[in-house]
């Protein structure tokens, strides 16, 4: 029972990743720059009133959707299968927001696809502009993730040398 009254302590592994590198901070790149920037073709819409802004905002939502299922999977791979991870009240919150969000992505893409252009004002513009404050908010609890917690960071215990680094002459 006193474990539970205990704060963790940093660090986990990862499970997903691609030569050591974890895959959802990867991933993530992709749903953060299209759901970010279907706001601002949204308001180039509103503004300019072409349909060709309608259009982009209808594939970058789409893409946005798409990019951030797959990020998700990976992350919810991590969360449940690493326990350093699943015991941190930190990846709940993180988990809660970007699930949020992934919901608002489909929302705004789905009811879109019948007419994207009379479509944007005023729903998809508010679900567009609520996104964008999901992706903040569900980022910058990824970034404690990793900066705060050290979740899937690694420590470089058991790496060799770097031959780059130039302050280490031992090699030479
Ligand atoms: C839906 C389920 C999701 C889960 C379970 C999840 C879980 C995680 C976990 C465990 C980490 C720590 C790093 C790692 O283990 O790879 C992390 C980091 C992060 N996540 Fe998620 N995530 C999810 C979705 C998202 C989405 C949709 C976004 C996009 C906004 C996002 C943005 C981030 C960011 C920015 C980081 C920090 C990456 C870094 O600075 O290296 N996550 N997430």
Known sequence: MERFGKPLPPGSGTLVAFARHPLHPMLV???????LGVL?????????????????????VGAGA??????????????LWVTEIRRRPASW???VLAVALLATAVINWVMRLA????????????LSALGAVLV????????KLVFEHQIAVDKGEDHDTDPLDLADDSSR
């Not at 790149?29 to 759901?35: E, K, N």
């Not at 994207?116 to 998809?124: A, K, Q």
Request: proline share 5%; no cysteine.
């Open 29 to 35: 790149t992709f749903p953060i720059a299209f759901l």
């Open 40 to 60: 601002g073709t949204d308001l180039a819409f509103w503004y300019t009133g072409d349909a060709f802004w309608a259009r982009v905002s209808l594939w970058l």
């Open 66 to 79: 798409f990019m951030g299922i797959l990020a998700g999977i990976a992350g919810t791979v991590e969360l």
């Open 93 to 95: 919150n993180h988990f």
């Open 115 to 126: 007419d994207p252009v009379g479509s944007i004002m005023p729903t998809g513009l508010y």
């Open 136 to 143: 903040g908010a569900a980022g910058w609890l990824g970034g």
